[in-house]
């Protein structure tokens, strides 16, 4: 694995990679059938963006600094943006878990534990 490759992880991820651990055995197991359409949306996008960032010249930072940054800039937004999408089953909160350790190689912040145990809590009442 190259350098690269690993910075380029680190930006789409996020600390606490424990906590999904311990959370998505047990949310994989149960899932709704349906979905949202916004939720699909924001991941489908920030997935192709993180696709694009990565297909992009690996020495895109030294030959042309201002569009290494746009693209990067790109990257962060869509990176937020989903972290922000707002899952209405357990089948896309465990979708939201893998966007957000980036396949288990990037932790989770403060902000994005937080959204994830208001989400958990949510879905559990929604349940009950």
Known sequence: ???TTTT???LIGGAGLVAAVAIVPAVAAVSAPTGSAAFRAALDASAATARHFNSLPENLEVTDPARHQ???DWLADSTRAADKAIPTNWQEYTRLI???????????DDDNATRL????RRLSKQEA
């Open 98 to 108: 893998e966007h957000m350790t980036d396949g288990g190689l990037s932790a989770i």
């Open 117 to 120: 145990l208001d989400h958990a």
């Open 8 to 10: 380029r992880r680190a």
């Open 1 to 3: 694995m190259s350098t």
């Open 70 to 72: 746009q693209e990067m």
